[in-house]
């Protein structure tokens, strides 16, 4: 095997002068194959993914995601952005370019009286949450605390407050942006508004992103927990979980979960989080939920935003091997979910499971178009979620998921997430992007016409 080294795009070698000239401009680590820290700075959540970049800049700041964009830019090396690292794809990392990781990056500033708030562009979830807790307020963004706020809201953003305030990326002000020519830009609806449209919901596709500019709501406490009954009622569940959800306020979102329990029980579990002032609506709108038949176990309490935010940091932790496929459902059906529940069957990996979201309310507000995430219309996220670690159950895992995401076509609108996108399904994500791809591909021509950065969910220009 030929080692790695910083390659440009026609597989030639960079000069070493040329990367002892990029570090003096530079104030972040720059990791090259054979350094100490080298396999684990390509380290990203998913264990699948293995990849060999020639280089990771570990930026200390703007000036040096500048420097790196002039640098791959003049060099024609491929980058890669990682933020959080969580993307599935592993669209965080490359081979043979330059990652531009923005690891270092995760400082976040409260403005209590304007209720808005800026984090670096590789901050992560829990950052942001903590940091607005202190002044009991919290950014519509995820529901794992890993997550990096960067891949999550340029790709859409679904938590707990999506279905208030609606996603991640509607909750962008503004956004600093270092764009392939290596300049800096301001994007908000006043400044390069095109980039603004494109940067909220386009993925990493024209720029660095190097700090978000959130608008933040009133929230300290929230109840939350979980609801669990046997797998063997996840039939009736998801049919009573369809009514419950159906009339629910927005203050509530469950995501309903065919999963496992610690000791490997094969469980049906509801995962509700009432984000309204009024705790006692709260406990009657989750009541329900509760009845839908008898649970084995019911665990909803007042908590801090925060804590609700880290419950499922343990089930999703880094290391294990993960292959994720995603549909957007014209409706959750009594057919839909009696495939679903016929495909739980051959779900065999405890820690897997299969996740249904619903997504309506404010995520449904805004019309296509009014930026550049598309996927509004749908009330109801189904993602398949294989996770193992053994890399002989590989192919297993990846057929399981394959086949009951072909089996839940019929049912699919045909739009599918883009955060949660695999590494093979390139070929899915015009349809995330859907109507909007037209403009987003005017857009891109105008910020990277040469498609400098292409290691995402890519569009060409
Ligand atoms: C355990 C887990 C829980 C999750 N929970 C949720 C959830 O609740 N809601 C939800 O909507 N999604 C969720 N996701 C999906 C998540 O949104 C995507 O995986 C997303 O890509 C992660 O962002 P990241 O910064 O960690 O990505 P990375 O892997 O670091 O980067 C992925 C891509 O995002 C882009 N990107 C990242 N940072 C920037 C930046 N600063 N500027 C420009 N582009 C950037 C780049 O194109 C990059 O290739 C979850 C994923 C995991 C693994």
């Given at each position: 095997m030929t080692a790695t080294v910083l390659k440009d795009r026609d597989g030639k070698a960079v000069p070493q002068d040329s990367i002892e000239e990029f570090r003096t401009q530079i104030r972040g680590a720059l990791i090259l194959p054979g350094d100490a820290e080298y396999d684990s700075a390509r380290s990203?959540?998913?264990?699948?993914i293995d990849k060999y970049p020639g280089a990771i800049l570990r930026c200390q700041g703007t000036g040096d995601v500048a420097a790196a964009a002039r640098f791959a830019f003049e060099n024609n090396i491929l980058v890669s952005i990682r933020g959080g690292g969580h993307n599935v794809g592993g669209r965080a990392v490359c081979d043979d370019g330059l990652v531009i990781d923005l690891?270092?990056?995760r400082a976040v500033h409260v403005d209590p009286d304007a209720q808005t708030v800026r984090a670096q562009g590789g901050a992560l979830l829990g950052d942001v949450d903590r940091e607005t807790h202190l002044h009991g307020l919290a950014v519509p963004l995820g529901i794992v605390?890993?997550?990096?706020i960067g891949g999550l809201t340029t790709g859409g953003g679904f938590g707990w407050l999506a279905r208030k305030y609606g996603p991640a990326c509607d909750n962008v002000i503004e956004a600093e942006v270092v764009t392939a020519d290596g300049s800096i830009r301001t994007a908000s609806a006043n400044n390069n508004p095109d980039l603004y449209w494109g940067i909220c919901g386009g993925s990493?596709?024209?720029?660095?992103?190097?700090s978000f500019l959130y608008k933040a709501y009133p929230l300290s406490t929230v109840l939350g927990g979980l609801i669990a009954f046997p797998r063997e009622a996840a039939s009736k569940v998801l049919r009573g979980y369809r009514e419950v959800m159906s009339r629910a306020p927005d203050e509530l979102t469950a995501y309903a979960a065919l999963l496992w329990g610690p000791d490997g029980t094969p469980l049906t579990a509801l995962v509700p989080c009432w984000i309204g002032d009024d705790k006692e609506a709260g406990h009657q709108a989750i009541k329900p939920l509760t009845e839908i038949c008898e649970p084995l176990v019911v665990d909803v309490q007042e908590m801090p935003f925060p804590a609700k935010q880290s419950m499922l940091d343990a089930a999703y932790g880094p290391g294990s091997r993960n292959y994720w496929k995603s549909a957007y459902l014209k409706a959750l059906t009594d057919e839909a979910i009696d495939m679903i529940v016929e495909h739980?069957?051959?779900?065999?990996?405890?820690g897997s499971g299969i996740l249904i979201e619903h997504c309506a309310g404010a995520a449904k507000?805004?019309?296509?178009?009014?930026?550049?995430?598309?996927?509004?219309?749908?009330d109801y996220l189904i993602a398949i979620l294989p996770l193992w670690t053994d890399p002989a159950d590989d192919a297993d895992q990846i057929a399981w998921a394959r086949k009951m995401h072909d089996a839940m076509a019929p049912f699919s609108t045909g739009g599918t997430y883009l955060n949660y996108l695999?590494?093979?399904?390139?070929?899915?994500i015009e349809m995330a992007f859907g109507e909007n791809l037209i403009q987003l591909k005017e857009v891109k021509r105008k910020y990277d016409p040469t498609n400098f950065?292409?290691?995402?969910a890519n569009i060409s220009p």
């Open positions: 990203i959540w998913n264990a699948l690891s270092n990056m605390s890993k997550t990096g990493g596709n024209f720029g660095v992103v190097t739980s069957e051959g779900m065999t990996i405890p507000s805004k019309a296509n178009g009014d930026n550049a995430f598309a996927q509004r219309g749908h695999g590494a093979d399904e390139d070929s899915a950065f292409s290691a995402n």
